[in-house]
């Protein structure tokens, strides 16, 4: 009787720890009390049609988020900007994902907003309601539990150079750029890009990056730290092959585990260090005296 009951208080507080730290990843920035009405704003952005953004969920748990506008590199209309939280959200419900691939059709990653609808949203209300949009999406798509990889072909600028740091992993192709245009457009990033640069490359080097609008290549980028590699291919199928490889080196395990591991880093990374420090005791409750603890156990039963 006794280890039944343990399993069934087991899985009891699994349940409830996983909605606790489900509820704390889809927790918006933005309500409205911040005068953030967001089926207003998506019926707003939806007025701004043109491109798509697909997902595919493969078998081993690696999620391939392809950008596609390739007639504007990519750029973001409005439709895609509703479409990116939709998938965010299939990508939350997705119990077995275990890492995600963002990269953009046609051997580009993606040039930020589509200026014909930044135009029409010129005034300053409407410009913040996108930003909180983008922001609440952009800051969930950093929380899911996957480990995620912007693979950088071509180009990636302004809103595009932000979107890759809403990621864990940048890799870049030869020839490929990130650059923060913002300054250029009479901007500042919008979508969180800076906030998250300052975190991965630190204060002084994110200055330069935004006051100079300056074109990171690959080879930067490796010495900032803002990417983790340079891939040997430039060409869109065999890049991704070997962003798919690449990426297996961390995916590979059972999903509770792997899921396990993004949730902690992601509590290290943002909460202050005593919450960090009970969440991650909460999600090692998920995992300690799981199947995949138990089967490490039996398969390793001394210390060598």
């Known amino acids: 009787v006794f280890p039944e009951m343990a399993l069934a208080l087991w899985k009891n507080l699994l349940q409830t720890t996983k909605k606790r730290i489900l509820q704390q990843r889809r927790l918006s920035l933005y309500n409205g009390d911040h005068g953030y009405e967001e089926e207003l704003i998506k019926k707003k952005l939806q007025q701004f049609s043109g491109g798509s953004i697909s997902l595919s969920k493969e078998d081993n748990g690696i999620g391939i988020l392809t950008l596609n506008n390739p007639k504007l590199m990519n750029a973001f ?4 900007m509703v479409e990116l939280q939709e998938r965010v959200t299939e990508l939350e419900n997705w119990k077995d994902g275990k890492g995600l691939i963002i990269h953009g059709a046609g051997n580009t990653f993606c040039s930020g907003s589509d200026l014909n609808a930044v135009k029409e949203i010129s005034n300053s209300q409407d410009g913040m309601n996108m930003c909180m949009f983008m922001q609440n999406t952009l800051t969930r798509l950093m929380r899911l539990p996957l480990i995620s990889v912007a693979l950088v072909q ?6 595009g150079a932000e979107l890759t740091t809403a990621c864990d992993f940048r ?3 030869p020839g490929s750029e990130i650059r923060f245009v913002h300054k250029h457009m009479g901007l ?24 100079g609008a300056a074109r990171v290549c690959p080879e930067r980028a490796l010495s900032l730290g803002l990417a983790q590699d340079t891939l040997p291919s430039a060409d869109g199928t065999a890049a991704l092959a070997e962003a798919r490889a690449w990426l297996s080196q961390y995916t590979e395990g059972p999903a509770a585990v792997i899921r396990a591991v993004k949730k902690v880093v992601t509590a290290g990374r943002e909460l202050p260090l005593e919450a960090a420090l009970r969440t991650e005791k909460d999600i090692f409750g998920t995992v300690w005296g799981g199947p995949a603890n138990l089967q490490a156990l039996i398969r390793r039963p001394k210390h060598k």
Do not use: D, S
Request: aromatic fraction near 6%; charged fraction near 10%.
């Open 171 to 173: 890799l870049m192709t």
């Open 154 to 159: 071509g180009k990636a600028f302004g809103g």
């Open 188 to 211: 500042v990033p919008g979508w969180g890009g800076a906030a998250r640069l300052v975190r991965l490359v630190g204060g002084g080097a994110a200055l330069q990056l935004l006051g």
């Open 77 to 80: 209309t409005g439709t895609m």
